[in-house]
């Protein structure tokens, strides 16, 4: 389980847009929100970063 969903939809953003602005396709953005992909690191602080927010609050599960 991951946040990348709620975060994103408190941007407003897209999984499109959050994709373009990562570097990926639109289906690994979605993909990855259904615990269907592993990102890679790079992936992961792209999307931190993007998102506004940390590896921890993003990936991790209490």
């Not at 994709?19 to 602080?45: F, H, M, W």
């Not at 506004?52 to 609050?57: A, E, M, P, R, V």
Request: a positive charge; glycine letters at 6%.
């Amino acid at each position: 389980m991951n946040h990348v969903k709620e975060y994103r939809q408190q941007r407003g953003l897209s999984q499109l847009k959050l994709a373009q602005a990562v570097g990926v396709a639109r289906q690994t953005i979605n993909l990855i929100e259904n615990d269907k992909y592993n990102p890679s690191l790079k992936l992961c602080l792209g999307l931190a970063k993007t998102l506004g927010t940390d590896l921890n609050s993003l990936f991790w599960e209490e």
